[in-house]
């Protein structure tokens, strides 16, 4: 479908996002399917190192495992709760039994009604609808006995090469943490602190791959251009989010300044945020945690390319199931890092392959991967 840019913005955003729904949704069968059950229970992930952003440090996460039973086949979702946006395992299991009353006595066909209800239900606990939403696709791929990225009709060939995340640490453990990515090609690397520079240097001292860089809200503008400018001479190919979202009416000076392009993270989380962005970033990073599943991930893409931006697709600190997610959309998207699962000690899940940093689409029905 094609959409002019000034097409697109003169309906309003709201408006024009159902033609960017994946087509799947509107194929249902003549059987209803009635009577499905919804658990929600904690998964507790451990990370291989202390995990520190420009935010704060974690050593474990307590995501959430919802799964979707009905006429015999299940179906399953992961909620990765991040506290940037207000959201916890307690908040969110509050939330999961908003929406299991709520989409009470609907079809698994009936998908989008379904993500209707759950978002109004939810609140701020988006993390929570995109489990329920991957639990959705989950099933019906299971049930028809196809993968979801089929469903979804996303092409074979396109699959970009993952960045490898490189969190805050002192500069000798970030060194330490580059050798062990040794088989992954491009690099993400977190800065936001005072010692960004000095953690910079020891890295490349180890390593000339490309790298890619967030901020994640840690800079003022006049840090930010500083800092862009020594990180474009140290082989940096883009930033993320290099000021506070609620600062976003200084990006035009931060972007205009800055010699790199610029990647909006905690910026964009809905569709109606993306039409604000233009002219101020170069292209969005968007997350199935933080859009709320599959089904508006694919929306987001469809509308940033619609627009002209760049489109990344970002993840939280999840198991094999949640970036099983991402992966079941990953060829629409430019630039991918997909690498919560490979951070964790403890993954629950298997059946995704990965080789050279590049994952490889599961042939398996549903999102294709299983308990371990």
């Not at 800065?191 to 790298?211: C, H, M, Q, W, Y």
């Not at 994640?216 to 979202?245: D, H, M, Y």
């Not at 609620?246 to 610029?262: Q, W």
Request: charged share 25%; net charge neutral; proline share 6%.
């Amino acid at each position: 479908m094609s959409v002019s840019r000034r097409g697109f913005l003169s309906t309003g955003a709201l408006a024009a996002t159902s033609r960017f729904l994946p087509p799947a949704l509107a194929q249902t069968p003549a059987l209803q399917t009635k009577g499905a059950r919804l658990d929600f229970r904690p998964l507790e992930l451990k990370l291989t190192h202390t995990w520190t952003i420009a935010r704060g440090s974690a050593n474990e996460k307590k995501n959430g495992l919802l799964t979707l039973t009905a006429d015999g086949v299940t179906g399953y979702g992961e909620a990765a709760a991040n506290v940037r946006y207000k959201q916890s395992w307690d908040s969110g299991e509050a939330a999961f039994h908003r929406m299991k009353t709520a989409v009470e006595g609907l079809s698994p066909w009936e998908h989008l009604a379904w993500l209707e209800r759950a978002e109004k239900a939810a609140g701020d606990d988006y993390d929570v609808v995109a489990a329920l939403d991957m639990a959705l696709w989950d099933w019906k791929g299971k049930k028809v006995g196809r993968p979801v990225h089929e469903l979804l009709g996303i092409p074979k060939d396109r699959m970009s090469v993952t960045t490898f995340s490189i969190g805050i640490d002192t500069a000798e453990v970030m060194k330490q943490k580059v050798k062990e990515a040794e088989k992954y090609p491009f690099l993400k690397v977190k800065v936001g602190l005072p010692s960004d520079e000095e953690n910079f240097a020891a890295i490349r001292s180890v390593t000339k791959k490309p790298i890619r860089v967030d901020a994640n809200e840690g800079w003022t503008a006049e840090e930010a251009i500083r800092k862009i400018r020594w990180l474009a001479s140290q082989g940096v190919e883009f930033v993320e989010q290099p000021l506070p979202a609620a600062k976003n009416g200084e990006m035009k000076k931060v972007k205009d300044g800055s010699p790199l392009p610029i990647i909006a993270d905690e910026s964009v989380l809905h569709p109606k945020d993306v039409p604000p962005l233009l002219g101020l970033f170069d292209g969005i990073n968007i997350k199935i945690q933080k859009c709320g599943g599959i089904t508006r991930g694919y929306e987001l893409a469809a509308m940033g390319r619609a627009l002209g931006l760049s489109l990344m697709l970002g993840c939280m600190i999840e198991s094999s199931l949640g970036i099983a997610s991402g992966v079941a959309v990953a060829p629409l998207f430019d630039f991918l890092d997909l690498d919560g699962n490979l951070l964790i000690s403890n993954d629950p899940f298997k059946g995704l392959t990965i080789t050279d940093g590049r994952w490889r689409l599961p042939d398996a029905p549903g999102l294709g991967v299983v308990m371990a």
